[in-house]
């Protein structure tokens, strides 16, 4: 006969909830906006190339996209509608569900230097994926408003004529082009600190991937 000292506790017998870092649309919205970002900036150096913003600087033909100028602007345009649909929907859901606050906010220059102190001295802990630290919010809301900004100076270059007022804010449409190299620029060094973090923590990855 079994007795109330043999059986487990009933919190043993129930199976442990397992938290969700990243629901699946933030997972399928984070890849799609790395394979848009990332085509989109391939195929930037080639149309870069045809028509240099700073003469003496050119990236080498082998790390770029589309093979020539109309080859370039092809994978760009397909890419750049894709990263504005799902950039849309991505924004959206994450202020309807409350994440983007939640997630990104607060933080203040005190907090960023603070962890950044930490992160540079090996001491800032990765242990909770689920919380981001200040140096992250930060990162992560500066990247969404450099995606604004070259979408924004890109239609300000691509409809100059269409968008008077953009172009004009971007301070015209040679400023316009500056405007976008520079954000590009932002874009692939945020991409290779991404890159770095990730090698450094590869759970990130796996809960990139997985959810969890």
Known sequence: METSQTRDPPH????????????????????????????????????YDASPVFPRF??????TLGG?????LQWHFAAM????????????????TGRL???FF?????????????ALTGELSHADLSHYNAVQKLAYVA???????????????????????LRELMGGYDSARVVHFCAMAFLAA??????????????????MLRGR
């Open 12 to 47: 043993l017998l129930r199976p442990r909830a397992v938290q969700v870092i990243h629901p699946l649309w933030v997972r399928i919205g984070h890849w799609l906006n790395a394979l848009a970002a990332i085509v989109m900036m391939l195929s930037g150096w080639q149309i």
């Open 68 to 72: 020539w100028l109309a080859g370039a």
């Open 143 to 165: 990247v969404i408003l450099d995606l604004v900004v070259l979408i924004l100076s890109g239609l300000a270059i691509w409809k100059s004529v269409q968008f008077p007022v």
């Open 190 to 207: 945020f991409l290779i600190v991404h890159l770095v973090m990730v090698a450094l923590v590869p759970r990130s990855l796996i809960a």
């Open 58 to 63: 050119m990236f080498p033909m082998s790390i």
């Open 106 to 118: 607060p933080f203040s220059p005190r907090a960023v230097w603070r962890d950044l102190r930490r």
């Open 81 to 96: 509608w894709l990263l504005l649909a799902n950039g849309i929907v991505y924004l959206v859901l994450s202020v309807a």
């Open 101 to 103: 606050f939640s997630k």
